[in-house]
């Protein structure tokens, strides 16, 4: 589990990760110089420099994951709240001012992603507070494509190439997590049984 720094730490670790890997051939072909970030919605919405060429990860929606709703961790009762199961929907988008760099970047990053599909507490950013056991899965989704096309709409820059993707399974723990429930004490008074009608005496 983590706290509520996860959402960003996943999105910046996997955009570290690629930038990391990066290569300066493949197949004996020369890569480009490659930017790889993550950008908020406001970022995408502005003025993106098609000379730079680079990779952004765009979270555009975020799913409670249907299936974690009643995992808890060892310590925690069953009267406690579960960790909030998430799933971050990303798009990997490519950007260059010429096709073969767009491309080229672009399935080097898909690649990586398919080879290389797991994050694990050493690839995750600390500030979260990962555990020793997280994962995170990153994996290819299905995205319609008229559902695609108003995502683009929203924004300000003209369609570019992306590949949606999901990071699952994403755990929100609570801000404490108790052995127990807490004791509540409560003081009872004893007296004697008195007659329908007459004050029990105390």
């Known amino acids: 589990m983590a706290n509520v720094l996860a959402i960003h730490s996943v999105g910046h670790s996997i955009a ?11 197949a004996g072909v020369s890569m480009p110089e490659c ?3 993550q950008m908020s919605s406001g970022e995408m919405a502005g003025t993106i420099d098609d000379a730079l060429t680079r990779i952004t990860l765009y979270l555009y929606r975020v799913t409670v994951n249907e299936f974690s709703r009643q995992q808890r961790p060892g310590l925690m009762s069953s009267d406690q709240q579960a960790p909030l199961g998430l799933d971050l929907h990303f798009l990997l988008t490519a950007w260059a001012g010429n096709a073969q760099d767009e491309q080229l970047t672009l399935a080097w990053a898909m690649r990586q992603l398919y080879l290389f599909p797991i ?8 500030e979260a507070g990962w555990g020793s056991d997280e994962v995170i899965q990153v994996i290819p989704s299905e995205l319609p494509n008229d559902e695609l096309m108003r995502i683009w709409d929203a924004l300000d820059p003209s369609y570019r190439i992306s590949v949606p993707y999901i ?8 801000d404490k997590i108790f052995d127990a429930n807490p004791v509540v004490a409560t003081r009872f008074g004893y007296g004697t049984a008195s007659p329908i009608g007459e004050e029990a005496s105390i």
């Open 167 to 174: 990071a699952r399974l994403v755990r929100l723990d609570p």
């Open 119 to 126: 994050l694990d507490a050493s690839s995750l950013s600390p």
């Open 16 to 26: 570290t990760f690629l930038r990391n890997t990066y290569p300066k051939t493949v």
């Open 35 to 37: 930017d790889f970030a």
